[in-house]
């Protein structure tokens, strides 16, 4: 028979050169629905674990895919109602694997083809009784980090997958900052530390330049972990000259000992109405007032905020005999604005009188200030310091400089068409509680909505971090090139984090069942298929392999595991 299916198929795929463990055979499925997968009577079910890989050897063709469920069956149903004795080892052990026996569901996503390095989506499934192994290391490089000649790229090692220890998950570099990205997860499950972890890659391999906007001042220089201090960017071998530090509280800065770099001011006369429009959500300014805001940039110029929270005036120039030198009151008798509307702006925005960041007259441009280290190839990291827990002065600052550093980018990449020596580096924005930033309603009117739609058009892309992604308008998710999603528990943030991926309903069942920490699953754009991995740890031993340059010893890796899977000797 086999001879017979030879000569039609062709020969049965190479086994690899390090032999996997055998763990069944595939007794029916789809494409759509998956692979039904009879385990051999010598497995221990308990052994497997949902998120597993496992490579599906076809007659010409190796399928690579992933556990997604696991269940019992049995033979006989009448099993269930008169089960045999579990105590006598003889009656047991004949009906198990032939009366009873366990399964698994395997989700067929890429096909290894014979000579064809590139793993290539699955359009089709194996034949009947098709084997089914564990995946071996050399098989999870080669789908992970295939080597195409002519074209190099960089990785990063993210972690291992789940019960494959000592094999390591590399990141496309290139492909995780050439589209938006995002880090999505509940409270308390590391988002920040998987973030901060993404970006030393980034900022290591020189894959982009970074603006972090740092809400809880801990991804510049140390900052507090479960086991001590753990180190920021600045302080990451490689990375010191790499990385700038700004401030908006210096006083803060200076307590927790970090060495920044730049102290950020913003003048008055520097805010316009666009900077303050995104605080609706967050202090309550209606679609009135937010029109007034408008007119008296209009009316005023560009002292309108200064004249407006003044603090020896009061609403609609109250107490006034004449007019005529009062600004606001005369807006308020040509009827241009109410006095109500008025007093309300002058109440909301007051909270601006505690921000100490906010001068009347700025000595420099902040946003140009900024600017100029990155186009200079460093990545800036902005530390709120006490103002970090103010949800205003957050928006505020990041949409401020935010706008502007991509205006310049507009420009600078317009004017170096035809030219790519003078386009600006790629700059990857961080933001965190980026559903603020990006509510359905608002985010098609924001720069960063803005951002997350033109992909890769102006070298800026987004790397969002929050927790509830179905605040996130759906359009804007449906950019997102690359998904890190560690543990969700509302049903309505799970579906948005998956919305618009292939094989959703499955993957909700290997994202419901991740720890706590240091586990995430990885989909999209930088991977060439969703992956469940075990965080590698940011501790000394990670410092040290970037001291030594270890990273950079992994990138021959993959034309090694390719040779050995080809049996080619090595020269």
């Not at 992970?144 to 390591?168: A, C, N, Q, S, T």
């Not at 029109?291 to 309108?304: E, P, V």
Request: one cysteine or more.
């Amino acid at each position: 028979m086999a001879s017979e299916l030879e000569a039609i198929f062709g020969a049965r795929s190479a086994p690899p050169a390090m032999e996997a463990r055998r763990l069944g055979m595939v007794i029916g499925g789809s494409l759509s629905e998956g692979l039904v997968v009879k385990l051999d009577p010598r497995i221990a079910i308990e052994g497997l674990a949902v998120g597993r890989y496992v490579v599906i050897r076809g007659y010409r063709r190796r399928f690579f895919g992933m556990i997604t469920d696991i269940r019992l069956d049995s033979a006989n149903p009448d099993l269930a109602r008169m089960p045999p004795d579990p105590d006598d080892p003889l009656i047991r052990d004949m009906v198990a694997g032939i009366g009873v026996f366990g399964q698994i569901h395997v989700q067929p996503m890429l096909v290894l083809e014979e000579n064809d390095p590139l793993p290539r989506p699955v359009k089709t499934v194996p034949a009947h009784f098709s084997p089914v192994y564990e995946a071996t290391e050399e098989e999870v490089h080669a789908i992970f980090r295939p080597r195409v000649k002519g074209r190099e790229e960089r990785y990063f090692v993210i972690g291992e997958p789940l019960d494959m220890p000592g094999v390591r998950i590399p990141l496309n570099l290139d492909r995780f900052v050439e589209r938006s990205s995002g880090v999505f997860g509940k409270s308390g499950t590391g988002k920040t530390f998987l973030t901060r972890l993404l970006l030393a890659g980034v900022i290591y391999h020189n894959a982009s330049v970074a603006l972090v906007f740092d809400m809880h001042n801990e991804y510049g220089w140390s900052a507090p972990g479960e086991e001590g201090l753990v180190k920021g960017l600045k302080q990451l071998p490689e990375c010191f000259s790499r990385v700038v530090i700004a401030t908006l509280d210096e006083d803060s800065s200076r307590r927790r000992n970090s060495r920044y770099d730049l102290v950020v001011r913003i003048g008055y006369d520097q805010i316009e109405p666009e900077d303050v429009e995104l605080l609706r959500g967050v202090i309550g300014l209606s679609e009135v007032q937010i029109g007034a805001l408008y007119m008296l940039r209009r009316r005023l110029g560009r002292d309108w905020l200064r004249i407006l929270l003044e603090e020896d005036r009061g609403p609609a120039g109250e107490g006034e005999e004449e007019t005529g030198g009062d600004p606001l009151a005369e807006l308020v008798e040509r009827d241009l604005i109410t006095s109500s509307t008025l007093g309300a702006l002058q109440r909301k925005l007051g909270l601006f009188h505690r921000f100490r960041f906010l001068v009347p007259q700025a000595s420099e441009d902040a946003a140009q200030a900024i600017l100029s280290r990155i186009l200079e190839g460093q990545s800036v990291v902005l530390e709120f310091g006490r103002y970090g827990n103010d949800m205003a002065a957050y928006v505020l600052v990041a949409n401020y400089l935010t706008r502007r550093i991509h205006a310049e980018y507009v420009r600078r990449k317009e004017a170096a068409l035809g030219d790519s020596s003078r386009e600006p580096p790629h700059l990857v924005i961080v933001v965190e509680e980026a559903h603020k930033f990006l509510q359905p309603g608002i985010a098609e009117h924001t720069v960063f909505g803005t951002i997350a739609r033109e992909l890769r058009k102006y070298n800026v892309t987004l790397l969002i971090v929050d927790q509830r992604p179905s605040q996130i308008d759906s359009e804007v998710l449906s950019q997102i090139g690359t998904r890190v999603l560690c543990l969700l528990d509302h049903e309505e943030d799970v579906r948005a984090a998956l919305a618009g991926i292939s094989g959703a309903s499955r993957l909700r069942e290997v994202l419901a069942r991740l720890e706590t920490k240091q586990q995430a699953l990885l989909l999209g754009h930088a991977v060439p298929m969703p992956v469940v991995v075990r965080t590698r740890s940011y501790d000394a031993s990670f410092y040290e392999e970037l001291a030594k340059g270890a990273l950079e010893a992994e990138k021959d890796l993959a034309d090694r595991y390719l040779r050995a899977m080809r049996g080619e000797d090595e020269d």
